[in-house]
């Protein structure tokens, strides 16, 4: 196993995290087998906890498992399943430790951050690095992302632990990037100051890079670069100039300009094979049709959805059409901002706040017969407001808002699981669709695997109602409802998984390219332009 550790410098949200994705996606379209951890220096377990406004989406893996959203990148990247044991936090490294102390696993020792956890941080790297790729073979190379920003006090002992790694490993088989910025000044010059001090506090921890990526605004200059190389001593060829893109897939393709690969394959003693082009030549198409959709949330952040904005992405690539996003809040939704749209998706969401104006917006595209595709929360709420405004019970709503008549409730298979301390229905999940039905028509199949991660349910003393006024369930998992469509309207979908878990750029969600699809008809049905 080769390993490719990437750390960050100066600030955090440089895109790391896609820079990391982006080395794997250069090795894997040279047909190398890549694999992908993921480090979070924080104390919670888990992502699952935590406030997506704060900290953004967070991404549910096959295995249920809510992990940083940056395993989504590398999914999306890499087209591979990563599991939760490749998302490394410090809450489960010390949460191991203290239970093998519990247990007398040290026999009196005294327990120490070194060599405790920092061995405990390498069995981790270790482990996750061993895991199958989709369920196959193991990895060639792993690459192993340090979140968080070098000098921070929370990730010296992984740092730390990477060190001993790098003293073990033959420099073959193990490489050190660092991402850092690269300013540009109001003259237009690029500073590498940062730079020089970031490297400057990776060497006081006894790391030295191997290669630097440079993230700025502008390409980084040939003198700028031997600047940076003389001041830490990496190659000038090693020195990477990471310009800001509007297109993240574009990454791999710049990046390959900038010769990344040629040093990465010689680094690791890896023989340069030709590239596969497919990856290139997706991403550079040109867009010949162009589609507005509106999302109606109660975040004011993009990054709460991001697989969902990638997934629009990755439908608009495979129809040529560029998906531009109008986000509305939801709170103060004005009906007139979805007049001139060409598509209504309502996303996830938990709680209260925001959701009467969900419910607008989704009557608005069911009488209007404007392409309508709702996600989890989105399809809990298709089904109130089909029970409010067609069968007719003014008071539906769902358990998890309050009291009224609940036609969206907690299952009793779920209160099981409530507790015994579980809390969400998470991960894969096997869904039969109906045939004759859209769904069935997207998919082109009847048994399909998506990610939950919900805790309500369509209630069963309402599906026959429902039915009755003309939604259609058209996919289950047993006896709990999965997908809602309307026949007689042009494109109304909404599904309680969450197919943006699973999408990719080789690899587009049908949902959303049905949505996409029919936004796009929409659009030139009315003219719009
Ligand atoms: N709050 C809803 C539930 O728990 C929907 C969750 C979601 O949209 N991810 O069932």
């Known amino acids: 196993m080769k390993y490719i550790v990437v750390t960050g410098g100066v600030m955090s949200g440089l895109g790391k995290g896609i820079t990391t994705a982006s080395i794997g996606r250069l090795l894997k379209n040279r047909g190398y087998e890549v694999t992908a951890v993921k480090i979070d220096p924080y104390l919670n377990i888990d992502a699952g906890t935590m406030n997506p406004a704060q900290h ?21 990247f890499l087209d591979i399943n990563l599991k939760s044991l490749h998302n490394i936090t410090t809450g489960k490294v010390y949460r191991n430790v203290i239970e093998r102390e519990r247990h007398g696993d040290f026999l009196g020792a005294t327990v120490q951050i070194i060599p405790h956890i920092t061995d405990e941080i390498r069995h981790c790297i270790d482990r996750a690095a061993a895991e199958g790729i989709n369920g196959g073979r193991v990895a060639e190379i792993c690459l192993v992302e340090v979140g968080g920003t070098v000098g921070d006090i929370e990730s010296m002992p992984f740092l730390e632990a990477v060190r001993q ?25 690029h500073k590498t100051k940062p730079t020089q001090h970031s490297v400057k506090a990776l060497r006081e921890l006894g790391l030295q890079p191997d290669i630097i990526v440079g993230r700025s605004s502008e390409v980084i200059s040939p003198q700028t670069k031997k600047k940076i190389s003389a001041f830490t001593d990496v190659p000038v060829k090693a020195v990477v100039s990471a310009k800001d893109v509007p297109d993240i897939y574009q990454i791999p393709v ?8 040629d040093v990465v394959c010689s680094y690791l003693a890896l023989e340069n094979r030709e590239p596969d082009p497919a990856w290139y030549r997706l991403v550079s198409q040109e867009y010949t049709n162009r589609a507005t959709v509106a999302i109606v949330s109660k975040y004011g952040i993009e990054d709460v959805y991001i ?89 539906a709503t769902s358990e998890e808002m309050g009291p009224g008549t609940h036609v969206i409730a907690l299952l009793p298979e779920q209160e099981e699981i409530f507790n015994l301390g579980g809390t969400m229905r998470l991960g894969n999940c096997t869904v039969t669709l109906r045939e004759d039905t859209m769904a069935a028509r997207l998919y082109g199949k009847t048994e399909i695997v998506e990610r939950h991660r919900h805790r309500y349910e369509v209630n069963p003393a309402f599906i026959g109602d429902l039915e009755d006024a ?30 943006e878990f699973r999408s990719s750029p080789t690899n587009p969600s049908p949902p959303y390219i049905g949505f996409v699809e029919a936004c796009k008809k929409s659009r030139s049905a009315t003219g719009i332009r």
């Open 470 to 499: 003309g939604l259609v369930f058209s996919g289950a998992c047993r006896d709990r409802m999965e997908v809602c469509e309307l026949p007689d309207h042009p494109f109304y979908l909404a599904t309680q998984f969450h197919p």
């Open 307 to 395: 697989s969902i904005k990638e997934s629009l992405k990755h439908a608009g690539r495979a129809l040529s059409t560029e998906v531009n996003i109008r986000w509305l809040d939801a709170e103060t939704l004005d009906l007139r901002d979805l007049a001139d749209v060409d598509g209504i998706l309502i996303p996830g969401g938990f709680g209260q706040r925001g959701i009467e104006g969900k419910l607008r917006a989704i009557r608005y595209a069911r009488e209007n017969k404007k392409p309508f595709l709702g996600l989890c929360l989105g399809f809990q709420l298709a089904v109130i407001e089909y029970a409010r405004h067609v069968l007719g019970i003014p008071d």
């Open 165 to 189: 790694m790098h003293g073990e490993h033959a420099p073959q088989d193990m490489l050190l990037v660092h991402v850092t910025l690269v300013p540009v000044d109001t003259m237009g010059d």
């Open 254 to 261: 710049e990046l390959e300009k900038e010769g990344l690969a």
């Open 56 to 76: 953004g989406e967070v991404f549910v893996l096959s295995d249920g498992g809510e992990v940083d959203l940056d395993l989504g990148n590398y999914e999306r």
